[in-house]
Nanobody
């Protein structure tokens, strides 16, 4: 079992920045492919960014490309999502996900077994 805990959300003005963190605990002897997803009220959960198990490959949704940067610190079992130039449409609950069977990572929420509880990001106009 792996437990994921997100933090770093909050209220920010449009154009501002936030850095979200996801700390993994439990069976973290190996690294996992991980991802960030978000869900706005009344909408489906959508992919934001993902990273391969090695950390060598990152990929992003078109909606955040150029504004989001993923990084991971395997020594701290932590995944970071830096979000810049935030827009009101970025408002959502952001979730961290991980899965031991993925190598390259995935944009599909259904392929991740482990999820955090989410952190709220609100961008005011």
């Amino acid at each position: 079992q792996v437990q994921l805990v997100e933090s770093g959300g909050g209220l920010v003005q449009a154009g501002g920045s936030l850095r979200l963190s996801c700390v993994a605990s439990g069976r973290t002897q190996r690294t996992y492919a991980m991802g960030w997803f978000r869900q706005a009220p009344g909408k489906d959960r959508e992919f934001v960014a993902g990273v391969s198990w090695s950390g060598d490959s990152t990929f992003y949704a078109d909606s955040v490309k150029g504004r989001a940067t993923l990084s991971r610190d395997n020594a701290k079992n932590t995944l970071y999502l830096q979000m810049d130039s935030l827009k009101p449409e970025d408002t959502a609950v952001y979730y961290c996900a991980a899965d031991p069977s993925l190598v390259a990572g995935s944009k599909r929420a259904s392929e991740y077994d482990y999820w955090g509880q989410g952190t709220q990001v609100t961008v005011s106009s």
